[in-house]
């Protein structure tokens, strides 16, 4: 709001006391005359003599019926001690005219936690949210086909740039790395024709991508040289230097880093150094559910070093073999460091695959215990998951027939999961992860098993608090949203991890309505950056990171849109438990 508008509010705002017991608005009475702003103390609403709902601190009553011109739907009465600022019918409409006030009563739940995710402008470093094509400096650089490497490294120092493109059809690269790797590595000669040697097809992003998909990209792709595209045509190159230079503290950096493994002191930094990497993203003003993929592309770079490296310890593994994760993890939803997750499958049952891998997953676990990912309590790692994969084709299969409470807790934990490592396809798990969600019977068991976990909600929809004062978000807002959106994406055959894009699809399917989708979307959003911003602070605190925040600490607005949250989470999984779908 600007000055005058402010100033309308400052001279027309009313403060009022009201004591316990006294009667604000009435079921079928006049229309409310004034916003209702609770400073302090408690109301509750009646309604045909049953209380529906309490409303505390921050909260706001009375527009809908002012707006509408019609009687409240409930009679509001004191039950603490209140004082209450009023804004006069008058004054509101006038305010009305201002589009973003306008829209914060006129919006549904969704509309409203997304306007509350994007309010904050980026902070720090360069933008995330940039094209990534306003970082190109030159045009590529170009060679023929029928040309050196001689000529091209010449084309390189000439141009003072570390890759060119090849004029081919189709288009390849070639950069100061393949000379190393593939001309001297190789003993090739100086006349070795570029086509030799260079790599293709190109892999490209449109100009117009923000930077922050483009170091996802990277990150993904494991590469350091990023052709960049506008209407099909090759506008520039950028480099993983360009991307450190925009960004303070660069995933990017981790990444490099990474790529060195061999210092042991790289894996004792890792978990700091994550930490300093999500704290920037999210003070620079990614998304949350970005800096969740961005994370997660790094841990995967990590668990492939380690592999890699486990391997060049004991040899070449006996039969082809893949390296699960799962949990958030598998979801790409994980921001700082939690539990392993992990698990590993191999072909051949013989006894020196089984030994191989014994030793093969120890080393890796342990390599991921030093970079700071501590042990998972329930043991689901893969020095204790790590079987044929004929065996884990029975585990599967055991589970979807005979879904008792472990066999549900197992299907939460590994229907999750994502190969990320290994030449060995996970396709018959697919299958049957598949086949299951064609079942009636077996999604009706997984969706009691999702309910259980419930809203922290007590009488009359007031957030209930733990012992500790504090409310846990993940157990009561997060885990439900992954549930409920791991069973749309079975009914729909959706075979993605991610939450949010299990929630998309699930709505282009047809089995979520869109209201559903976007409502469950942007509560999952809201809720997760409550809590990265929890952890961050606590970790700046020396403190204990966990999945609790304290509603003191959060903001009036954030406390209503916690206690909106909830109730849409209890009313979607009401919908869900008859049958329905959103």
């Known amino acids: 709001m600007d000055d005058t508008e402010l100033q309308l509010i400052d001279q027309t705002l009313e403060v009022v006391d009201y004591a316990p017991g006294s009667h604000i608005l009435t079921q079928n009475g006049p229309p ?169 097809p190109l892999k490209t992003l449109p100009a117009d991508t923000p930077t922050h998909g483009a170091m996802l990209f990277l990150l993904q792709e494991n590469i350091h040289h990023l052709v960049l595209t506008q209407d099909e045509h090759i506008v520039g190159i950028i480099t993983v230097l360009d991307l450190l230079r925009h960004q303070a503290r660069s995933p990017l950096y981790l990444l490099r880093q990474l790529e060195n493994l061999n210092a042991p002191n790289i894996l004792s930094r890792y978990a700091l150094e994550i930490a300093g990497t999500v704290e920037a993203m999210f003070k620079g003003g990614l998304d949350v559910t970005h800096i969740g993929r961005v994370i997660a592309s790094l841990n995967d770079a990590l668990v492939r070093r380690l592999l890699r490296m486990a391997e060049q310890e004991l040899g070449p593994p006996p039969t082809p073999y893949a390296w699960l994760v799962f949990g958030s993890e598998g979801r790409m939803e994980q921001a ?94 697919e299958q049957i992860i598949a086949r299951a969600g064609r079942s009636g019977i077996f999604i009706s068991h997984l969706t009691r098993a999702a309910l259980e976990f419930r809203p922290p909600l007590g009488f009359f929809r007031r957030i209930r608090l733990e012992e500790d004062g504090r409310v846990d978000l993940k157990a009561g807002g997060i885990a439900p949203v992954v549930s409920m959106a791991r069973i749309y994406a079975l009914k729909a055959g959706i075979r993605t991890r991610s939450t949010l894009e299990r929630l998309a699809e699930a709505q282009t399917a047809g089995v979520l309505s869109q209201t559903g989708a976007e409502t469950l979307t942007e509560t999952y959003r809201f809720l997760f950056q409550l809590r990265l911003r929890d952890q961050l602070a606590a970790m700046e605190a020396n403190q204990t990171l966990d999945n609790k925040v304290r509603l003191e600490a959060l903001s009036a607005v954030e406390k209503r849109h916690l206690k909106e949250a909830f109730s849409a989470i209890r009313e979607m999984q009401e919908a869900i438990s008859q049958g329905l779908v959103g």
């Not at 919006?107 to 306007?115: A, F, G, H």
């Not at 014994?358 to 079987?387: D, H, Q, S």
Request: charged residues 20%; aromatic residues 10%; contains cysteine.
């Open 32 to 200: 409310s005359q004034y916003l209702y702003l609770i400073r302090k103390g408690v109301v509750r609403f009646v309604r045909d003599g049953q209380v529906v709902q309490i409303l505390e601190e921050g909260e706001l009553f009375g527009y809908p019926s002012m707006l509408n011109q019609e009687a409240a739907s409930s009679d509001t009465i004191v039950e603490e001690a209140c004082t209450l600022y009023r804004i006069p019918e008058k004054t509101f409409r006038t305010l009305i005219d201002n589009a973003p006030f306008a829209e914060f009563f006129l919006k549904n739940l969704s509309e409203r936690l997304r306007r509350t995710l994007t309010v904050e402008p980026p902070t720090l470093g360069g933008d995330l949210t940039t094209p990534v094509g306003d970082l190109i400096v030159r045009p590529p650089v170009m060679i023929s086909p029928s040309s050196t490497v001689t000529e091209a490294a010449q084309a390189m120092q000439k141009a003072w740039v570390s890759v060119v493109l090849v004029q081919d059809n189709p288009p390849g690269i070639i950069t100061d790395h393949d000379f190393r790797m593939r001309v001297l590595a190789e003993g090739l000669g100086p006349e070795t024709p570029v086509q030799l040697v260079m790599s293709r």
């Open 336 to 429: 700082m460091l939690t539990d392993q997750d992990n698990a590993l499958v191999y072909l051949d049952d013989t006894t020196e695959a089984k030994t191989y891998f014994a030793k093969f997953a120890e080393r890796v676990v342990n390599g991921l215990i030093r970079a700071g990912f501590p042990p998972c309590p329930g043991g689901y790692m893969a020095t204790k998951w790590c079987y044929p994969r004929a065996e884990w084709e029975r585990l599967f299969q055991g589970w979807v027939d005979n879904p008792e409470p472990q066999a549900l807790l197992e299907i939460g934990i590994f229907f999750d999961f994502r190969a990320i490592y290994g030449e060995l396809s996970t396709e018959p798990l």
